[in-house]
């Protein structure tokens, strides 16, 4: 039968171990450092076992990473997770706001109070607004005279000039 295109690549001749293969040793793959150190630790936690140390073996249940197993650090910035039962929650405690939270809430705070005032116009700002908005009304309203004297002013020329 053909192989096609790529006749190089080593995927067709693959031989897979079966776990019984494994673990009777008669597989043709070599164990991997995983295994080996799983085994090491097996070893380990039943020759502690057979010693019976308690504290041993409560270090030995909380996972550690990397170095954490081999070097023992006092860490005192290290925040240790702490589990809280529903029944032990204090719901009229209040918790207090980190300094970024408190001062968002103080600055929307004071923005409201200003747009508060803003409306009732006592600020600076606002009385300046009204005074332009006043000027600009009364520019309007003599625009607008202005223009139904020019309007009043053609018509009585029309009606002139019919006559």
Known sequence: ????KYKNKPTGKRQFSTPEDILAGTSTRPRTFRQ?????????SREESDEGSEEESEE????????????????????KPKSVKARDVDLGKTTELSRREREELEKQKAHERYMRLQEQGKTEQARKDLERLSLIREQRAEAARKREEEKAAKEQKKAEARK
């Open 36 to 44: 080996h150190e799983a085994e090491h630790e097996e070893e380990e």
């Open 60 to 79: 030995n249940l909380e996972k550690r990473k990397g170095t954490q197993g081999i070097i023992e650090i006092e860490n005192p910035n290290l925040v």
């Open 1 to 4: 039968m053909g192989r096609g």
